[in-house]
């Protein structure tokens, strides 16, 4: 299963051009030059993906969830036989290094298929019975048509987050992958076809937010959307949806802390601080930017993390060495360098990154910034409290708990929290204050499909995952009998 130079839409079982016919520039950032082109749809695309989406959904709906496994197993499968091309695919699109693509991002993918086609075996209801006169019971029923808007950073990863639940729970799906990474869910439009999914059960439209993604948003007939990405975005969402009454999940930004005590395993800590800090460039809305030390362990864990971090290889996303890529697009990566100034304004020092990294060759013009670490900055300013979303992380000492805390939940922000200490008192008595949607332990990236995800605050709405993803593409409905 190859990319091809030109992506198409998947609407009612077929790949097919936009209606405009106009294409958009498909950038490799890793050479920052146009490699293939991606339909520039709009709200045309979009009404014929609703109406084959409605037309295909009270039979899908009412097809029983053991075919419904059977197709998305299949899915799963053919994710899993072509993991190769789509792990190239997926480098060659995002900038991240393949080694990544190939351990994180597809086997995510299909497990996400196979999760849910299990998981909907198992989906159950409940029941009250009112003691020798009634019972209830509750029906969770598909919602009809929804709609699902992806991110660029786990592109086929957080793609399939979304619609396998949508799918397994009987609703039939419009979707909309990034414009910056639309090659593996392209691609996946071809394993639909292959796996034999009905045609208008899943439609994928690709193209710009302000135009094929606002048309998804505002369409009457898409009931649910299920929207990953900024905060901002988020916001205009949920403008436009919450007076049409459509049920919302919003998985926005992070500015995660990284708290970490005197107490901790120190070198367990530093391999997963590492991770925190730069896995997929910082591009994971997970990964900690903010990082609080206990002071006795401050300047040790400085100088370590400076160390380490002037270590990791950054290049080729192709090559067996690398350990950071490019980042996606040149103007997230002038977004994230402007960042980097806006915290030497601030009174930041650099102690190591902080510059673009030119390459020579093919990659002469690809989007590389160096991993950086910043100290000496307080809570309040703009690099601490907004959201960079690239190779970059400020550290800070802290004296006491109460302190920690404070700095760690003094943001806008709530996804997820990183705690390190070996005092089992301490660990639980701050899981219980830190205001995040996630809270890690000793560990960071723990994830265990069955539990529910997401955040807090300026962090989103609802959560993904496990049961939570199927009670949000179902309704649920009271019957209620007399005996």
Known sequence: MRPDKYIKNYIDG????????????NVNPATGKVYSWLPDSDAEDVERAVAAAKKAFPEWSRCGVERRFRILSRIADIIEQNLDDFARAESIDNGKPLAMSRSVDIPRAQANFRFFATSILHFASEAHPVEGRAINYTLRQPIGVVGCISPWNLPLYLFTWKIAPALAAGNCVVAKPSELTPMTAYMLAKACIEAGLPKGVLN??????????????EHPEIKAISFTGGTK?????????????????????????????ADCDFDQMMVDTLRSSFSNNGQICLCGSRIYVER????RFRDELVKRAQFLKVGDPFSQVTDLGA??????????????????????????????LELEGELAGGYFVRPTVIEGLPLECRTNQEEIFGPVVTIQPFDTEEEALQLANGTGYGLAATLWTQDISRAHRMAEQLEFGIVWINCWMERDLRTPFGGMKSSGVGREGGWEALRFFTEPKNVCVKY
């Open 296 to 299: 006795p362990l401050y300047e």
């Open 327 to 356: 980042l996606v697009s040149e103007a997230h990566m002038e977004k994230v360098l402007s960042y980097i100034s806006l915290a030497e304004m601030e009174g930041g020092k650099i102690l190591c990154g902080g510059k673009r």
């Open 233 to 261: 975005t988020g916001q205009a969402i949920a403008r436009t949806a919450a007076p049409m009454f459509k049920k919302l999940s919003l998985e926005l930004g992070g500015k995660n802390p990284n708290i970490i005590f």
């Open 14 to 25: 077929a790949l097919v051009p936009p209606a405009s016919g106009q294409y958009l520039d």
């Open 204 to 217: 994928i439209v690709h193209g710009l937010g302000p135009k094929a993604g606002q048309a998804i948003v």
